[in-house]
């Protein structure tokens, strides 16, 4: 099993910056990828960033050019740097994890932090 514990998320203006952090724990060390998704009300949760324990990341296009996504592996703990924020990026944002083990793929989630951007 994986736990992961969001944090970060709050109210920001426009044109803001906010730092989400995913800490994970557990059975770790066969996690291949891990990233941020978001679901806005009435909407389907969306990719925003992923990883892979390579350090290749992916972004969806809306957001490329305005978060970074990154790992500190020694403390397990995946960061969404997330600058020049739009009032469309309010969401609540789930860290998201998988691991890969030779029984398949599974997948874990966080409980979610809220992002809230006023205009």
């Known amino acids: 099993q994986v736990q992961l514990v969001e944090s970060g998320g709050g109210l920001v203006q426009a044109g803001g910056s906010l730092r989400l952090s995913c800490a994970a724990s557990?059975?770790?060390?066969?996690?291949?990828?891990m990233g941020w998704y978001r679901q806005a009300p009435g909407k389907q949760r969306e990719l925003v960033a992923t990883?892979?324990?390579?350090?290749?990341?992916n972004y969806a296009d809306s957001v490329k050019g305005r978060f970074t996504i990154s790992r500190d592996n020694a403390k397990n703990t995946v960061y969404l740097q997330m600058n020049s924020l739009k009032p469309e990026d309010t969401a609540r944002y789930y860290c998201?994890?998988?691991?890969?083990?030779?029984?398949?793929?599974?997948?874990?989630w966080g409980q979610g932090t809220q992002v809230t951007v006023s205009s």
């Open positions: 998201h994890a998988q691991r890969r083990t030779t029984y398949g793929l599974y997948d874990y």
């Open positions: 990883i892979t324990s390579g350090g290749s990341t």
């Open positions: 557990g059975i770790i060390f066969t996690i291949n990828v």
